[in-house]
């Protein structure tokens, strides 16, 4: 999503010396992510090195590019109290990502929740994920709508929902429109955007699909060895194998011509990432995406 320019907005300033001291002293002592980089390394960096750091959070600020490499997790399984422990659901996956990345974060969503704190758009009924509110907030304000009720002999009419895991499923796009409406421009919104798009998941089955298909080498064509079954055959008769798919197969012979050019496999090896936007959307065309 695009937003207008800063125009000089505070919240647009450059990241501050006081906002990275402030993000170091207020986070826990974490397991470092996949950068083996601990909260106490960078806690203990000199002066030198907070200058080096603070630039390296501001490039990113004001390119509003957040590096691949700061989505990356490590991610593992704790097993829910009491569950069992052959079921899959039983385990709660945590995932540890770089506390680099989580200082910049932090830095950046101190600002974010200024914003929608001072931009008077939050209704007071809010109270999930807002400091000095409450679950007794909401106790309280139903049970005065319950006390008038019964002062005046009316009715009260209550629904309760739950929304399962409403963090997971957060529809980003309403969010980012909801900046837009707000009035939000430059950095701040641009660079939530960037961050909540090519969120890591995706990205990661992305990227095990284009590996996949750089070794030749994937599920529904190998699975087979796995299943201890005859190698699969594709639906025109041939053996179905990455090639066969990619650049030989005629029942795909319309897909291949609308989304691959001659050279996309040799550039999905050199990592061009034109050509693995179009390998991948080939795949998904072709109904191979979700079983590459
Ligand atoms: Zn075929």
Redesign the pocket.
């Known amino acids: 999503m695009v937003f207008p320019p800063a125009r000089g907005e505070a919240y647009n300033d450059p990241l501050s010396m006081k906002e990275l001291e402030w993000a170091l002293s207020s986070a826990y002592d974490t397991s470092p992510g996949p950068d083996d980089i601990p909260y106490a390394f960078l806690r203990h960096l000199n002066e030198e090195g907070k200058v080096w750091l603070l630039g390296l959070f501001n490039l990113s600020w004001e390119a509003s590019v957040y590096p691949g490499r700061w989505r990356d997790a490590i991610t593992i399984p704790i097993p829910k109290p009491g569950k069992d422990r052959k079921s899959a659901s039983s385990y709660r996956p945590i995932a540890l990502t770089s506390c680099v990345s989580k200082t910049i974060e932090r830095m950046v969503n101190a600002r974010l929740i200024w914003v929608a704190e001072t931009c008077g758009r939050l209704t007071d009924l809010q109270c999930g994920f807002r400091r000095r509110t409450s679950t007794v907030d909401l106790l309280v304000n139903l049970e005065g709508h319950l006390e008038t009720a019964f002062a005046k002999k009316q009715h009260s009419l209550g629904i309760f929902f739950d929304l399962e895991k409403a963090y997971d499923t957060t529809w980003w796009f309403l969010m980012l429109r909801s900046f837009r409406e707000w009035g939000l421009r430059g950095y701040l919104p641009t660079f939530v955007s960037a961050f909540m798009q090519n969120r890591r998941f995706a990205v990661r089955r992305e990227e095990v699909v284009l590996a996949r298909a750089r070794i030749g080498h994937c599920y529904l064509t190998h699975g087979f060895l796995l299943r201890r079954e005859d190698p699969p055959v ?5 053996p ?1 194998s990455v090639r ?2 990619f650049c ?5 012979r319309r897909v291949r011509r609308r989304e691959l050019r001659s050279d996309v496999l040799r550039n999905i090896l050199r990592d061009y990432s034109e050509a693995c936007t179009r390998a991948l959307r080939f795949l998904r065309r072709a109904n191979y995406f979700d079983r590459f």
């Open positions: 594709c639906r025109c008769g041939e179905l066969h798919i030989m197969c005629p029942t795909l």
